[in-house]
């Protein structure tokens, strides 16, 4: 699947509207900006966790009607403002979701939900198939038969494996080596497939390493346990982490650590508005999209900027690298940037930690430590 944009295939009807193509298209572009006024109801899955509850915000920011749907297995249900709709199940509940959907009058999904440790997919391989892969089928299953037209997925980088190129193009082969990376593609592959049979069109946004939290302190990172370079160093910062380690001083990079596209959860969060807008815009399209800044900073450049940021000096511990680590994992962002009108405000290192580490401390205090 490396086509960036794909052109959905109208399932045949009795071939034809009436109308003269000039018509057709005034009608078109009546009815699209009829539907482009009237802002529609989104349900948010995983709207309780990490990403999930900074879409919810930038969608109700934006004058979206809001609906959530979180397990609470690993978001919270703070997380979720008091005036946003919210509905505790499962996304494989399909009579629950699908009166979700009815109910609230949904057009969209956006969907967060699923598990997202990449080690532990390599040990428990059947959860993340399980829950990325099987789930999100009921979930495709219940927007098809309610007939909600948009789509929106999370998907990832990892979907790339160990790439052949950097930076990362859309076009570069899709390779996987371990079953989260495999979970997110292959439900890539279930929404090309379903919109190709139905009246739905998808986004799949690949994000490559988010994190920060929203500038206003509403929401952040969360996650007991979380694996994040950003948020395990300023955990470290805060004393809640006795060291972080640093896991390969070998990689073919400047200074022999790992490098990595950061990108603010903020400005991925308004790319996922901003995709939604064009689903709306050109239902006959469909988008594989990139979501980095296209530049990257090793784990050294980063924990300097913890450093620098909070004037302390994290105890880092040197270790052996990580199996499927590859040397550099930056992205191609042209496509994204010359498909959206995507302006990305936060993307400085410096910003990113100081974001992450005024969450941190807000958390401190939400969970009384």
């Given at each position: 699947?490396?086509?960036v944009l794909l052109r959905r ?216 346990g979380a694996t994040h370079l ?128 005024a969450w941190e401390r807000k ?7």
């Amino acid at each position: 699947m490396n086509n960036v944009l794909l052109r959905r295939q109208e399932p045949s009807s009795d071939g034809g509207t009436g109308l003269l193509p000039s018509q057709e298209h005034v009608a078109a572009k009546t009815d699209r900006a009829k539907y482009m006024s009237e802002k529609p109801t989104v349900l948010v899955t995983g709207g309780a966790g990490y990403i999930g509850s900074h879409a919810v915000l930038a969608l109700r920011d934006a004058g979206y009607g809001v609906v959530v749907i979180d397990n609470l297995v690993t978001g919270f249900r703070w997380a979720v403002p008091d005036d946003v709709a919210f509905v505790q199940g499962d996304i494989a509940d399909q009579p629950l979701v699908q009166q979700t959907l009815r109910d609230h009058g949904v057009k969209a999904v956006m969907h967060f939900a699923g598990s997202v440790v990449v080690p532990e997919s390599v040990e428990n391989p059947l959860k993340y198939y399980h829950n990325n892969s099987a789930k999100t089928r009921d979930l495709i299953e219940s927007v098809v038969t309610v007939g909600v037209p948009h789509f929106i997925f999370s998907s990832t980088a990892a979907t790339y494996g160990i790439p052949e190129e950097s930076p990362v193009k859309e076009t570069t082969p899709q390779r996987p080596i371990n079953p989260y990376g495999m979970s997110k593609l292959m439900t890539e592959y279930m929404l090309r497939d379903v919109s190709a049979a139905h009246a739905m069109n998808f986004c799949a946004l690949r994000y490559f390493n988010v994190a920060g939290a929203d500038p206003a302190g509403r929401t952040g990172q969360s996650t007991a346990g979380a694996t994040h370079l950003i948020k395990v160093a300023v955990e470290a910062a805060l004393g809640k982490r006795s060291h972080v380690s640093v896991f390969g001083a070998d990689f073919d990079t400047p200074d022999g650590t790992g490098v990595r596209d950061y990108i603010h959860v903020t400005d991925l969060a308004a790319a996922h508005v901003l995709a939604l807008e064009a689903l709306m815009a050109k239902p006959e399209q469909n988008y594989l999209l990139n979501c980095g800044y296209g530049r990257g900073f090793s784990v050294l450049e980063v924990l300097d900027a913890v450093d620098r940021v909070t004037n302390l000096k994290i105890d880092r511990r040197m270790e052996g690298r990580r199996a499927g680590d590859p040397d550099a994992l930056i992205s191609d962002n042209r496509a994204i940037m010359g498909e959206f009108p995507w302006k990305p405000q936060y993307a400085d290192l410096d910003q990113i930690v100081t974001h992450a580490l005024a969450w941190e401390r807000k958390l401190t205090e939400i969970r009384g430590e």
